[in-house]
């Protein structure tokens, strides 16, 4: 069965701190693993990442894959509150490309 | 990028009452859509995959009865929540898959919040 685990749960920090969000899977015929956010609404595309070792930026958050160990961490430095969100990991399974999501890390960010 | 549509946002209604939330793509044609349910403070759980021109592939679990999919065109696949419960209460949210698939991800809907009384 396709599994996908993300770590830690739930985190609060202080604005301005660096967190790095874990995110592990176990599927068959890997192709990709994405990155969202989810604020109130619907999950936003961050990344999508499909070679090792090669870094994705986007401003303050970055994220990489490692295929080997079959893990994927996304990075968030200098935080905001505007940063608090729901950060949700993805990997594409089956042949519709179905979606397999880990649980989340709930990230709060205060003042 | 690619825009997905839910209607409505936000319905309320008594229990046995059925009720259809529409999910749209607006700017690309898609033979393939997700329907996922997230319950407060859970991830999302795919329901089923809607396929264009033929039935939908229900994950383990999810009853087909209960939950419709019609997927008749390129663009539009709606989800009816038959003989509503207060225990289908939940965020429904729709996804679609760029026909091209030169994106192997999904692009999402805004959702919609139903409640039951």
């Known amino acids: 069965e396709d599994k996908v685990v993300q770590s830690p749960l739930s985190l609060v920090v202080h604005e301005g701190d660096t967190v790095t969000l874990n995110c592990s899977y176990e599927?068959?015929?890997?192709?990709?693993l994405l990155w969202y956010k989810q604020e109130k609404k619907a999950p936003t595309f961050l990344f999508m990442l499909t070679s090792s070792g090669i870094e994705k930026k986007s401003g303050r958050l970055s994220s990489i894959l490692d295929k080997k160990e079959l893990f994927s961490i996304l990075n968030i430095t200098a935080t905001q509150t505007g940063d608090s969100a729901v950060y949700l990991c993805?990997?594409?399974?089956?042949?519709?490309?179905?979606?397999?999501f880990g649980t989340g890390t709930r990230l709060q960010v205060t003042l | 990028g690619a825009v997905v549509s839910q209607h409505p946002s936000r319905v309320i209604c008594k229990s046995g009452t059925s009720v259809k939330i529409e999910c749209r793509s607006l700017d690309f044609q898609a033979t393939t859509m997700f329907w996922y349910r997230q319950f407060p403070k859970q991830s999302l759980m795919l329901m089923a995959t809607s396929n264009e021109g033929s039935k939908a592939t229900y994950e383990q679990g999810v009853e087909k009865d209960k939950f419709l999919i019609n997927h008749a065109s390129l663009t539009l696949s709606t989800l009816t929540v038959t003989s509503a419960h207060p225990e289908d209460s939940s965020f429904y949210i729709c996804?679609?898959?760029?026909?091209?698939?030169?994106?192997?991800?999904?692009?999402f809907g805004p959702g919609t919040r139903l409640t039951v009384l």
């Open positions: 993805a990997v594409p399974t089956g042949t519709a490309s179905k979606l397999t």
């Open positions: 996804s679609a898959r760029d026909q091209q698939g030169t994106y192997n991800g999904q692009f």
């Open positions: 599927v068959t015929n890997f192709r990709s």
